[in-house]
RNA sequence: GCGGGUGUGGCGGAACUGGUAGACGCGCCAGACUCAAAAUCUGGUUUCCGCAAGGAAGUGCCGGUUCGAUUCCGGCCACCCGCACCA
């Protein structure tokens, strides 16, 4: 009898594991596959607890499916470009490279301390060449089939970081990581044409059906697709057009003026002659999208002077004005007005004296007494004032307008998304460089595929402004390849999801000469089941697809979508705790008392905040190697797993990890020091099995069903709660039935085998301890026998007139004659039945019978 | 503002397509073992009334459908998340 070591054992399984390569897979079209991907981490130091979620999750997914027979690829690698590498090296004077590759060093030994199953020889590190010359030949590839170009535009600068942010990292107006207000700036840039793939990437996700709706939601709001029309206005007294987006052209007869962007190409032409104006849009650009206050912001217009004619009522002019609320980014930059029915531009109509005409009017009203006053009419009805389309319903004049205008030949039926282009160049160093030489005469010129990879210069000096490539002495003089003559390299590198946009590909064939072997990803992808944090729903996720689109584009790969299954985890949080000075402290900080209160090292007062996410400016932190180092990993996998599903948020706490700890211990002991001895139980099963034994049996069998459920649909807290009953029930077991022996060995071995994927050195453990000498990791997944799942006798409920009165005790499927005279037998539902009528008596088989008096 | 989600004991959470609400765990209470403590084991634990058998109430609030509602429908409230001048 030894307590359980757990420092020694999980190490020396994990080293077994190592030695008989028990997680090494090569692709074998022979056998089904099945790849679990959880997000590849950022090497920023140290794991945390939302790394030790991530990765028990994905590995019990990799173990159960690899008990059930499936090929599996598990692999683990790192999302090794990005600033915190820049921030460090500037802060400790060491190179962006060791700061990167020392963190790796630890977090591999944290991760190999948690005894996951990954198949390390596959591991990828995407700052080393060998991984980025690939994405640069990528996007080579992309120039040639017009999925990228260059162009001037305004951008979201991050005044912290330095450098451009695509739209997506702009959250509620600030830098995604910083933190920073940010601001509008002009640059040239390169784009990746996601828009290309705008419709296709909404309407391709109704067959994600192994997402959650949350995210698909998010993504279909992200891509924003709206249907309208595009109009032509003519301007009294020039020459070209206006160009408009509309959604609502059922509403032209009560447009009431023109509104276009303060960054329209005609406010500036005005502008340039008017400095008047010229001020107005400057002022409209200092408010830019960086205010937070845009939602208060008052609707400001500036009348040009210039009228439109419209489009039908040919002696009506509609004023042309520059208004701070209308985005050039979003259709034409130009919108006409139609105040009735759109509360911006009631609004704009009120504040400059514009007429407001009610075009639509609700079903149920006068339309000669439909008026409009402070709030516009947005709901459905009928078109009234509005010549040809009176009396039609919206969607009927949306149709007849759009043909008149086709008819006219100035308008037409048009899409439009909310979704950009994703701006993919970075001023920074610690990146991919973009493959691409400017030449003076050239212009911009691709680096030839051969010369790749375009390789990070070593010597950088981070300390100064502005971009550290750009600054350095020597590197991006080269000469042009076309012409020959002195030329300079691009200096911006890429945005760094350029990266993680195809690592699951990588990961197939990661020793490969080019990105993938298309045999390999063939046989690989997409991956089955890709678990890690709802924040990349519309980032990482959405980059990802659009990719894996752009490569099949270019030959690459033959799939559309990357990941077919996706599960999203909820955060990990901790109570808060603050002295009375007002400073947040550390769970390391406190100690409890006995009234249930906590003090600090002093014994000073602490307040207790509610749980929050797990961070660093909180200091509501545990970190997981001292956990895993007094626990085990083991435990900690457990407490991951039994506490809360996978999507909701987790609190972290001591009494929960002392739980989990105990049912470990627990179940070494169910092995260590058995009711009975079991060495010289056969491996047959006896031909009686009676009393205890058979129950235990049958539950064990039960159990097995409805984890592999559990299991299956990621219900692992439930799975956890049902292996626990069947280890409580093993209590019940009395030596003296027949079989007992036996039913108590296949009982220890099912639960070894169902813990195996959560706790699995525990479960090896088991399992030796047992008298195995194979390893538990190359079991198969039980099957449960049909025939001992189901029970001989059931309980039925029995109900008077909805309340539950008694129970009784049924054969299974008894006839409902059978129910109900055993119901109404039944003492004290004889009670309340009392003297009253029987009005109806339902029985539900096997579940119920209500009597109705 | 728009879109979505959540709300169940002291706590985390169970309850499949409407059918015994509270599985399992944490915490707490009692008992066993011990000189004692820890560990471990056993039992109890939604609230109220009752010695008990049993009864009443109960899944955010109000109402509805139903023999029967945590589950379906309508209306509120609270909290959380996403988007946000998108024409």
């Known amino acids: 009898m030894a307590r359980y070591n757990v420092k020694e054992t999980e190490r020396k399984w994990q080293r077994v594991w190592e030695k008989r390569r028990s997680f090494e897979v090569e692709a074998d079209p022979s056998k089904k596959k099945y790849y679990v991907l959880e997000m590849f981490p950022y090497p920023s130091g140290r794991i945390h607890m939302g790394h030790v979620r991530n990765y028990t999750l994905g590995d019990l997914v990799a173990r159960f499916r690899r008990a059930q027979g499936f090929n599996v690829l598990h692999p683990m690698g790192w999302d090794a470009f990005g600033l915190p590498a820049e921030n460090a090296a500037i802060e400790n004077k060491v190179h962006p490279a060791a700061w990167t590759h020392e963190n790796i060093a630890t977090m591999k030994r944290q991760l190999k301390s948690m005894g996951l199953s990954y198949d390390w020889r596959r591991e990828v590190a995407t700052c080393d060449p060998s991984y980025y010359r690939h994405e640069q030949k990528m996007f080579l590839d992309f120039l040639e ?84 029309a595009h109009l032509r206005f003519a301007i009294d007294g020039r020459d070209d057009p206006l160009e408009i987006y509309t959604t609502r052209p059922d509403t032209i007869f009560g447009a009431s003026f023109m509104a276009i962007s303060a960054n329209h190409p005609l406010a500036a032409e005005l502008a340039a002659g008017n400095p008047r104006l010229a001020e107005f849009i400057a002022t409209c650009n200092r408010m830019g999208t960086s205010e937070a206050a845009i939602e208060t912001a008052e609707k400001l217009g500036f009348d040009t002077g210039l009228k439109c004619r419209h489009p039908i009522l040919a002696d009506v002019r509609l004023p042309v004005y520059v208004a701070n609320f209308v985005l050039m980014e979003y259709g034409t ?16 109509a009120h504040k400059y004296g514009l007429p407001v005409t009610p075009v639509v009017c609700p079903e149920d009203t006068d339309p000669g007494s439909f008026e409009i006053g402070d709030v516009a009419y947005t709901g459905d009805g009928r078109i009234i004032n509005s010549d040809f389309l009176n009396g ?153 697809r659009f990719f894996t689109r752009a490569l099949k584009q270019c030959g690459y790969l033959g799939m559309d979508e990357p990941f077919a299954g996706l599960q999203t985890q909820g955060m990990i949080c901790h109570e808060t705790y603050k002295s009375a000075a007002g400073k947040w402290l550390t769970p390391t900080d406190v100690r409890p008392t006995d009234g249930g209160g906590f003090v600090d090292a002093n014994g000073g007062a602490v307040s207790v905040g509610r749980s929050e996410k797990m961070s660093k400016s909180k200091k509501n932190v545990v970190d997981p190697e001292g956990i895993i180092s007094t626990y085990g990993a083991d435990t900690a996998r457990l407490f991951m797993l039994s506490d809360s599903p996978p999507e909701r948020d987790l609190d972290w706490t001591d009494a929960g990890v002392e739980g989990a700890w105990r049912y470990v211990n627990r179940l070494w002991r169910l092995v260590d020091e058995p009711a009975f001895a079991l060495a010289g139980v056969g491996a047959t099963r006896p031909t009686a099995v009676e009393g205890s034994a058979a129950d235990l049996e049958r539950r064990t069998h039960r159990t097995v069903a409805a984890v592999t459920e559990d299991l299956e649909r990621f219900h692992f807290n439930k799975a956890v709660a049902r292996i626990r009953e069947l280890s409580n029930a093993v209590e019940g077991l009395k030596a003296s039935d027949a079989g007992a022996d036996w039913v108590l060995r296949n009982c220890l071995e099912t639960i070894s085998v169902l813990v195996g994927p959560m706790m699995p050195h525990l479960a090896e453990e088991i399992w030796s301890a047992l008298g195995h000498e194979s390893l538990l990791v190359d079991q198969p997944w039980p099957d449960a026998d049909a025939a001992l799942i189901v029970d001989e006798n059931v309980t039925v409920a029995v109900q008077v007139n909805g309340k539950l009165r008694g129970t009784i005790e049924l054969a299974k499927d008894a006839p409902e004659d059978v129910a109900r005279e055993s119901a109404l037998a039944n003492e004290n539902v004889r009670a309340f039945i009392a003297d009253k009528a029987v009005r109806k008596v339902i029985v539900v088989p096997n579940r119920i019978v209500n009597i109705v008096v």
């Open 333 to 348: 930059g130009a919108i006409f007005g139609c105040p009735g029915h759109d509360q911006r531009d009631l609004d704009f």
């Open 145 to 228: 089939h017009d999925l990228v170009y260059r162009k001037e535009s305004w951008v979201n600068w991050d005044p912290i970081e330095n450098t451009v942010l695509a739209n997506e990292q702009v959250i509620d107006g600030k830098g995604w990581r910083s933190g920073a207000p940010v601001e509008k700036r002009k640059l040239a840039q390169w784009f990746l044409k996601i828009t290309a793939f705008a419709d296709e990437l909404l309407s391709a996700l109704a067959s994600l059906d192994r997402w959650p709706d949350r995210v698909r939601l998010m993504q279909e709001n992200w891509i924003g697709r709206s249907e309208g």
């Open 392 to 544: 039609l319903g919206i969607e009927e004049a949306k149709s007849a307008i759009i043909a008149h205008f086709e008819k006219a030949g100035v308008g037409s039926r048009q899409v439009n998304f909310r979704l950009r282009d994703w701006g993919v160049s970075r001023q920074r160093y610690w990146g991919c460089p973009i493959p691409v030489i400017h030449c003076d005469v050239c212009g911009v010129v691709p680096v030839p595929a051969e010369q790749l990879p375009v390789l990070l210069p070593e010597d950088v000096d981070l300390s100064g402004a502005g971009n550290p490539l750009d600054r350095h002495p020597t590197w991006k003089h080269v000469d042009c390849p076309t012409c020959g003559k002195a030329a300079r390299r691009e200096t911006d590198t890429f945005d760094t999801f350029f990266e993680s946009s195809w690592y699951f590909a990588r990961f197939c064939s990661p020793d490969a000469d080019i990105a993938f072997e298309r045999a390999a990803a063939d046989y690989w992808l997409p991956v089955d089941q890709y678990i890690g944090g709802i924040e990349h729903a519309v980032l990482h996720l959405l980059y990802s």
